[in-house]
């Protein structure tokens, strides 16, 4: 109880510390410095908005109304996109057309201060995906069209989700490339401790080369291969482009499953074992009906791992030509245009999120109920 007051307390503090700082940033046109404003420039009355968060938080660690914390992130969610949504009154009608709203301190704060605050519940799935539906509702009904970002959208709305899916696509296929390769190397790593050391350190070796180095070092040898052979280049194997960034990927997303996979064979309780064997089972089929089954948790926790893993990854591979939603973060570098580089960001953060979540609840709902920690509780 002492923990969630603290918790609450400073939750609170953080809040009105943030609030007091500029909210939005107001610019003219795509390209101009947006001048602050402070969230009562938008509207006096406003400035109770914060008091009623604080007070709703630090009420929610009270032991009869411990329920209340579950909505605590979605409701400090909600009043940052409703101030949001309340400043296209402050963007004079003669610059309507080309003014829009940028986050300042304040805004992102909040929205940082919400997410802290949901990370440290234990229903922290439920609490999050909560943020999600109600960032989607501000943003369906149109209420964000001030919004740099959004603005930015309305323009390059096919090319997003065009990236959007070539995003997913690229890290949905690294980590199934790696998954086929790192379960049965973790398999043979736990059968046969001799392989386990050359494994593992292969593995390890890929994981401390920075991405982009990697994403270089294949670019020379890709592209004469694929000047070699012409039927390679026709297959799309060049050096740029998704061919290098579906081996890197790959390469990064096999250490978390190689890892899980002969963990996750290793703790297997050894009655398990002793009773298949007794059974008359093959090798084989003790692997399929009996260790598998049992070490699947651990194993979808790797895949979980590396696959979020490869949704940050794949970001960077925008620079060598594999698309993503890179191509709007370097791209908006490249223009100066926060708003662009926003765009790539904030849908980035949202799919990281709702892709940790949602695979940690399948996850914990394969977990045998005497096996789920209590800190994973839904």
């Given at each position: ?189 736990h059968r046969l401790p001799a392989f386990s050391r050359p494994a593992f350190a292969g593995a390890n070796i890929i994981q401390t080369l ?169």
């Amino acid at each position: 109880m002492g923990r969630r007051r603290i918790t609450a307390g400073l939750t609170a503090a953080v809040i009105g510390i943030f609030t007091l700082l500029p909210f939005l940033g107001y610019s003219p046109n795509r390209v101009a410095e947006g001048v602050p404003v402070y969230i009562w420039e938008i509207h006096p009355a406003l400035l109770l908005l914060p008091v009623g968060l604080a007070v709703l938080t630090l009420l929610s660690a009270r032991p009869g109304l411990l329920w209340l914390e579950l909505y605590i992130p979605a409701l400090i969610s909600a009043g940052a996109l409703m101030v949001l949504s309340l400043s296209s009154g402050h963007i004079p009608p003669a610059e309507a057309a080309t003014a829009r709203m940028g986050g300042s301190w304040g805004l992102w704060g909040w929205m940082l201060t919400g997410y802290i605050y949901g990370s440290s519940l234990k229903r922290s799935s439920s609490s999050l995906m909560m943020v999600l539906g109600v960032a989607l509702f501000f943003l369906l009904s149109g209420a964000l069209d001030v919004f740099g970002p959004v603005r930015e959208f309305a323009v390059k709305e096919e090319r997003f989700f065009s990236e959007v899916r070539a995003h997913l696509s690229l890290a949905g296929s690294a980590t199934l490339i790696a998954a086929l390769v790192a379960v049965p190397a973790g398999i043979a790593a736990h059968r046969l401790p001799a392989f386990s050391r050359p494994a593992f350190a292969g593995a390890n070796i890929i994981q401390t080369l920075p991405s982009l180095a990697l994403f270089g070092l294949m670019i020379a040898p890709l592209s004469w291969l694929s000047m070699r052979f012409p039927l390679l280049r026709e297959m799309g194997i060049k050096g740029v482009g998704n061919f290098p960034a579906l081996i890197a990927l790959s390469g990064y997303a096999a250490l978390p499953i190689l890892r899980n996979t002969y963990t996750g064979l290793k703790v297997i309780p050894a009655g398990a074992v002793q009773a298949g064997r007794g059974m008359g089972m093959s090798p084989l089929r003790l692997l399929a009906l009996v260790e598998l089954p049992l070490a699947l948790p651990v194993l979808l926790g790797g895949l979980r791992i590396a696959f979020v893993q490869a949704i940050g990854n794949t970001t960077v591979a925008a620079l060598i030509g594999a698309g993503g939603l890179g191509y709007f973060v370097f791209q908006g570098l490249g223009q100066a245009a926060p708003d662009l580089i926003l765009l790539g960001v904030v849908p980035l953060i949202a799919i990281t999120v709702a892709a940790d979540k949602g695979l940690k609840l399948l996850e914990y709902l394969l977990t045998p109920k005497p096996f789920r920690r209590e800190n994973d509780t839904l």
